[in-house]
């Protein structure tokens, strides 16, 4: 039944697809009643040129052997081709609807699967599902047709020798059932495999620093050799599983064609069948085992694909991000967070404990802390990359959820420390943010976040391809772009996430300066590393464990909270 569901969701994805899946069938019926014709030829051919001695037709036999193997030969290939074409395209609208489905989940659950399962899934497992539903759909329409079109001659010349060879069919089947059930099974395993190696991977070359610095070769490559063994464990057992159904079929084809020969030569002999007919229908019986071990296989495959499938059914039954159908807008007072406490999963300590906070709109806000006060956390809420679990959060009195989240998005820009770029040219990089963006309008944000001159600097300038995220630019560099980007876009609400950690003293007047332009007009997030930008806020947040210590003004929290000169001093000290 689960294989019945499986195959209904293909067909649902390749109805686009129908005018070059109906040409594939077409070709297959055509292949299939040119076998059976050949098979039903035998007799009359066989007869009346060799058993009633007519000699003189015998030279069009290879003519019209020639004929016949040059059909099948092409209707074979149209058909194989117009369903492999089905099947890559049928695969990448999966693909292309996995990526989509991944944009609209929740941060939370596409963080449960790891983001090595996630890449696995949207690329590997729909690549294993390809190449065996295009030899399946050609499989089962083709040889399918071929095996009812043979069964019928065979019938019709000697129903008594088909039903002695049917008889072994049942036999494959079961085989081939229970073989399918464990190909699906080890198909799952081995796709799990696969995503822990690319998670594996991604680990390894974004720790590879500390991996150097600590020697620790050998246990990383343990590590990786021991996910390799499991991948090639359930591997050897899918091999296994899949020429098993196939090593079946051609021992009961064996033991079918002893049958058929040893009762049929004991009819010959009494005279109760003649020669031709006999050949006809041994030949369309033996005919019959090879698309049966075709199909044997395929439907191994299918479960095989199945297991994979099952994997990419999980990511798509994820429930995607919600939002109201209110437009988000520009805040007129502010944001409001009200008994607020979030944790990022069920067994870890909250994250933020009973938070309330007005952030002012217009006005530039600095969050303190140590690490893992939970500064980064409080301000992942306001765009909905997270939901509390417990109290509210309000814009203007509205409460976020009841907000459209891509327009509530809209609304935001933000720079985080380790900013995200892709391997694009800069241009391409800086017009994500507004795609209808003039070149003088990017020229200016770049020269306001003091990115221009080194842009101008490169090979190609602005149409220089970064490496993968800007390897090829150093970390302030990266910074720089990402600010002409939020300046590019001018959102309402900017975040800066550590953003001037890496900035260069030189430019840091600058970017400032540039901020001091949106002050009064913008509302300013900033979570604070150095000690000018904590003093340039309007309001001053101090966040400890969670919660929040205390609020005030520079000289205000100064005076009042001991861990707040700590980190004055420790801002001093740069």
């Given at each position: ?135 399946s759909l050609q499989t089962i329409i083709k040889e399918l047709l071929t095996v009812l079109t043979l069964i019928g001659v065979a019938f019709y010349r000697r129903w008594d020798l088909t039903l002695l060879a049917l008889s072994l069919i049942p036999i494959v089947i079961i085989f081939a059932k229970i073989l399918g ?33 600590s020697s620790s070769y050998q246990k990383t490559i343990e590590l990786f050799s021991k996910e390799l063994s499991r991948f090639y464990k359930w591997s050897l057992k899918i091999t296994k599983y899949r020429e098993g159904s196939k090593s079946l079929v051609d021992i009961m084809t064996g033991v079918g064609g002893a ?316």
């Open positions: 039944m689960e294989l019945i569901y499986f195959l209904k969701d293909i067909l649902y994805y390749s109805k686009p697809f129908w005018k070059k899946f109906l040409l594939g069938t077409i070709f297959a019926i055509l292949f299939s009643f040119i076998t059976g014709f050949t098979t039903w030829a035998i007799k009359p051919v066989f007869n009346y040129v060799f058993i009633e001695k007519h000699y003189e037709y015998f030279k069009f036999i290879p003519l019209f052997l020639i004929l016949i193997f040059s059909s099948i030969g092409i209707f074979s290939l149209l058909q194989a081709y117009f369903m492999k074409s089905v099947s890559i395209e049928v695969i990448n609208l999966i693909r292309l609807n996995l990526f989509k489905k991944c944009l609209y989940i929740p941060i939370e659950k596409l963080s449960k699967h790891g983001t090595g399962q996630t890449v696995s899934r949207v690329i590997n497992d729909t690549a294993q599902i390809e190449p065996i539903l295009g030899e059930m464990k190909t699906r099974r080890a198909r799952k395993f081995a796709q799990s495999s696969t995503g822990e190696l690319t998670h594996k991977m991604q680990e390894i070359i974004n720790g590879i620093k500390e991996i150097k610095i049958l058929v020969i040893g009762y049929g030569g004991f009819l010959i002999i009494k005279g109760i069948i003649d020669p031709g007919a006999f050949l006809s229908a041994f030949t369309a019986i033996v005919l019959i085992f090879n698309p049966v071990r075709k199909l044997a296989r395929s439907y191994t495959g299918l479960k095989e694909a199945q297991g994979a499938w099952i994997r990419i059914q999980e990511v798509m039954n994820l429930p995607e991000e919600k939002g109201g159908t209110l437009k988000a807008f520009p805040p007129k007072y502010g944001f409001l967070i009200e008994n607020v406490s979030f944790k990022y999963a069920s067994h870890l300590p909250l994250a933020l404990k009973k938070i309330n906070l007005f952030i002012p709109a217009n006005k530039i806000i600095a969050l303190v802390g140590p690490s893992g006060a939970g500064k980064t956390t409080l301000v992942a809420l306001l765009p909905r990359f997270y939901d509390p679990q417990e109290g509210n959060i309000y814009l203007d009195g509205i409460p976020l959820k009841d907000f459209e989240i891509l327009s509530l998005r809209n609304i935001f820009g933000i720079v985080l420390q380790e900013p995200f770029l892709f391997n694009l040219s800069i241009w391409e990089n800086l017009i994500m943010a507004k795609p209808d963006a003039t070149e003088e309008e990017i020229i200016s944000a770049c020269k306001l976040a003091m990115a221009h001159e080194f842009i101008e600097k490169l090979p190609k300038g602005y149409d220089t391809v970064l490496g993968e995220e800007g390897l090829t630019l150093s970390g302030g560099q990266k910074q720089r772009l990402a600010l002409a980007r939020v300046f590019l876009k001018k959102p309402s609400i900017i975040i800066l996430d550590e953003a001037t950690s890496q900035v260069d003293s030189l430019t840091e007047s600058a970017i400032h300066s540039a901020l001091d332009k949106f002050k009064n007009f913008h509302t300013i997030i900033i979570i604070a590393h150095r000690l000018s930008t904590v003093k340039k806020a309007d309001k001053i947040v101090l966040l400890d464990q969670g919660q929040i210590i205390g609020e005030g003004t520079h000289q205000e929290l100064l005076s009042k909270y001991l861990l707040y000169k700590k980190l004055y001093q420790t801002f001093h000290k740069e």
